[in-house]
């Protein structure tokens, strides 16, 4: 019988993360209950990430991290798929966010997003103290990490952050970026369709997205300030995604997430070509085949591999055969 793809096409090498390609951000107890709410009846599509610097109410970061803990352990987190972001290293409180969150939830936590990266150095610090702090709960787990570049120091140092243990995924913080630029950068570069034009905002997240991807890292877009309507919020997740090379984005409203999920999403004709050729892949016992006069190998069954897995997080419909070849323990799961 065939071997897995897992176990053919990544010998040696660190599989790429694939994850959701979507994360939303919700601070308030009561938006990350509709959050979770709306992630249950979209079959966990996306991601949330419970803000704890900018939704935690000053003088309250305690109380704050404490309600995180509560709903990362509610029933409604079906899915495991809910993330935390902590305060920045400058903050006092970054400790005691860990402190309070990793031992209390750290088995379901999906990551922990660390804003306001200066140096790489001060990141590493961070993740030694979140992975001892696991280790003395008695968690096994890796916990992944998310670190934000919207400093000049973190584009700077943006490769070595990149090699950092446990960084999973590079977000791209665009408003605090254009801010640290003293003006040098107007204000409505903020805004489509200057956020991708500009020069050097251009040239910050072609940088940053090269890092990412070198490393074996998920490269993440920054919000849109478009919270209604649909069309322009897709538009900017599909430039985000094809002419950025960035895998994820962030959303902050509701209304954000279909478009972006869907502007992510491989499209039918991508998803159609990655099943014809793994499934020839998989019946030559991953050796090199001919698919409509083209040549294909362990190469591009990696892309293509990649693909089908992007689909299928997506809840892209696959075909039968390909579930049952390479997502046996989905189908067993349905049964």
Known sequence: MPRHPNEVLFEGEKPFPIIPTCEHFAGTEERIAKALELQNRMGGVFDITMDCEDGAPTGREREH??????????????????GVRIHDYTHEHWKADVDIIVPAAGERIAYITIPKTVRARELAEMIEYIRNTAARAGIRREIPIHALIETHGALREVWEIAT???????????????????????????????????????????EMVAAALANGVVPAHNVTLELKDTEFIYNDARRA??????????????????????????????VEEAQAILLKAYAADWGPIQHEGNLHDRATYRYYWETLQRARIQN????????????PDAVAAQN
């Open 65 to 82: 991290a404490e309600m995180v803990v509560r709903m990362q352990n509610s029933p409604l987190n079906q899915h495991n798929m809910a």
């Open 164 to 206: 950092l243990p446990n960084v999973q995924v590079l977000d791209f913080g665009l408003m605090d970026f254009v801010s640290a630029h003293h003006g040098a950068i107007p204000s409505y570069a903020m805004r489509s369709p200057h956020q991708f034009d500009h020069a050097l905002l251009r040239r910050a997240k072609a």
């Open 241 to 270: 995604r094809m002419e950025f090379g960035f895998l994820r984005m962030w959303s902050i409203y509701p209304a954000q997430i279909e478009p972006i999920t869907r502007a992510m999403a491989p499209s039918h004709d991508e």
């Open 316 to 327: 892209v419909p696959l075909s039968d055969e390909v579930m049952r070849a390479f997502f």
